[in-house]
């Protein structure tokens, strides 16, 4: 029974699990969204919520949480400065998984992993397309 193992282990030993996941948060908060295999994704949101949490807080101590679970300093600075104050009115869900076809060569379900723009942001609601006729 698997009751209370959360961890998605992706076939990779604990080190290369931890980099290849801040690596994909890293990618997720300079870019805006990323282009990966569906598990992987599931795996990186965990680690992309809690950062945009921490973020939140603003504190010294959440900085330093934010910067040892992703090593990378731009990412961690644009989290607090840029994306965490955006998502200060969401009460949590920061991030939405989008299913794409599966990849050619192997057929694994794709996903692209991106941030839920706020609510007051224009560019985040297409227009709907007319149905006049």
Known sequence: ???????????????????????????LILHGRVRTTLAKAKAARRLAERSVTWGREGTLASRRRALAALHQKPAVSRLFQ????????RNGGYTRIIRLPGRRRDSSTMAILEWVRPMGDAAAAPEAPSTTA
């Open 1 to 27: 029974m698997r009751h209370r193992k959360t961890t998605i282990k992706l076939g990779r030993t604990t080190a290369h699990r931890n980099a290849l996941i801040s690596a994909l948060v890293c990618s």
């Open 82 to 89: 840029e994306i965490a104050p955006a998502m200060s009115d």
